[in-house]
């Protein structure tokens, strides 16, 4: 059966759906220029667990789990479930960390920068250049030989880790329901002012995280790889998904009242443009060589994909990290080591970049 998703009309139909759903997930309760953000949101999802004690930012949030258990959905009802792992799975948990804090210092992933932008942060636009000049790092790498090496065929139950693990969070978050006025409830922590206090209602949040992990998942939906395939091959299939969320998002804001342009006083956002761009630049170089965006790295995850599902316990880690020590940015600016841990992530990369080609120059 031939799958629409995958063609032009389908990428660009799933943009635009994220879009929408992404501004009326902002209108029904998420934070501002933030209806859906994967770097964030699993950054909520570490203070949740208590990974790190930043107050404002601590909940479990349903459309992560949705996007993931959505794609295992798609996998299997199309016959697309593969589980595989083995293809340098260290170097991708490091990747993960860096990605995330990279992603933090300009607060925000790759579909929250658009989102910001689609809102009328112009603190977005020096985030959306610093993504491309990573991926554009990368494809540098990619070019001459980078390579994390073969993935491996595994047991089924080694693909459903990261499903299984977002069904007990899934579980938990049933059994241990945030009660009003309460910063605690069982084993979960709950944010009582901040972005971790703004949040949709479950059903809502869980039902928007399904369907967009379900289509995502059938097309293929990237942000990096829009990039990445514009620089190398000059391909706009996916480019032209990413860029229908930024128009649907803009007109659904314009719509629901939600845009309001300008740098100073944007929500969740700092105007520190040099940072803006050099966090994303982290961010997408440490993306581009683990081979796709936050949000892909969930869709594959689903869809069994272990070395992905590495990749997002590294960017969960990550943001405990980036909170325990002063790596996060908030709305005053950049967090206090935030510029020395940019600089550490590059080398980081680079070091990965040029060691781990099949040729060396």
Not at 118 to 132: V, Y
Not at 330 to 351: E, H, M
Request: glycine share 16%.
């Amino acid at each position: 059966m031939k799958n629409f998703f995958a063609g032009r009309w389908g990428i660009i139909g799933v943009g635009i759906l994220i879009g929408i759903l992404a501004a009326l997930l902002q209108k029904l309760g998420n934070p501002g220029n933030m209806g859906i953000c994967v770097a964030c949101f699993e950054r909520d999802i570490a203070g949740a667990l208590g990974l790190h004690r930043a107050a404002v930012v601590q909940f479990m949030r349903p459309e992560i789990i949705g996007f993931v258990l959505g794609a295992l959905a798609a996998a299997y009802l199309f016959k697309e479930f593969r589980p595989r792992l083995g293809s340098a799975p260290i170097v991708r948990f490091v990747l993960g960390a860096f990605a995330m804090i990279g992603a933090l210092v300009f607060l925000g992933c790759p579909w929250r920068a658009a989102l910001r932008l689609a809102g009328g942060d112009g603190n977005a636009i020096p985030g959306l250049l610093g993504l491309i000049f990573g991926i554009w790092i990368g494809t540098l790498f990619l070019k001459s030989g980078y390579n994390l090496g073969r993935t491996q065929k595994t047991h089924a139950s080694a693909g459903w880790m990261l499903p299984l693990i977002m069904l007990g969070f899934l579980a938990l978050m049933l059994i241990f329901p945030q009660v009003a006025g309460q910063d605690r409830n069982g084993v979960f922590f709950y944010s009582l002012k901040g972005p971790g206090a703004m949040h949709a209602a479950l059903p809502v949040s869980l039902g928007v995280g399904l369907l967009i992990g379900f289509l995502a998942q059938r097309s293929r939906f990237c942000t990096m790889g829009a990039i990445r395939d514009f620089i190398i091959f000059r391909q706009t299939h996916l480019l032209s998904g990413f860029l229908a969320l930024i128009v649907a998002a803009f007109v659904t804001n314009l719509i629901v009242g939600q845009f309001h342009p300008g740098f100073q006083g944007q929500p969740v956002a700092h105007t520190m443009g040099l940072w803006n761009f050099a966090g994303m630049a982290l961010a997408g170089l440490a993306f581009c060589l683990a081979g796709g965006c936050p949000g892909r790295q969930l869709f594959m995850a689903g869809e069994g994909d272990g070395d992905a599902a590495v990749f997002v316990l590294g960017m969960i880690v990550g943001a405990a990290f980036a909170h325990n020590f002063g790596l996060a940015s908030s709305p005053n600016g950049v967090g206090p080591y935030g510029i020395q841990a940019v600089i550490i992530g590059f080398a980081v990369c680079l070091f990965i970049g040029f060691t781990m080609r099949k040729r060396i120059a």
